[in-house]
């Protein structure tokens, strides 16, 4: 997870704790958590740079709607990523 930009951890974390998010689900909690809005053209390709890596896999629902789930390594990277932070941020929270 190294690799991934704060947005596309923000967006596999989103994606994590949703029932098979589609797009637009992920989009509208980001919006919330950043307070402004995101452009299609900067939501779509990070998403699919994560399929890509393997963290994310993408399904379809119907013709026009895509929905995306974490697969297993995506989930172990999430973990493994707490446990990294919490020995830096736990003695202070």
Do not use: C
């Amino acid at each position: 997870m190294y690799d991934l930009t704060g947005f596309q951890r923000d967006l596999l974390y989103v994606a994590a704790g949703l029932d098979e998010p589609h797009g637009l689900a992920i989009k509208d909690e980001l919006e919330k958590y950043y307070e402004v809005e995101i452009h299609h053209g900067r939501l779509y390709p990070n998403l699919d740079t994560i399929v890509d890596k393997g963290l994310l896999e993408k399904g379809e629902k119907d013709r026009r709607t895509n929905v995306y789930s974490v697969t297993r390594r995506g989930r172990r990277e999430i973990e493994d990523r707490r446990d990294w932070e919490s020995q830096y941020v736990e003695d202070i929270l």
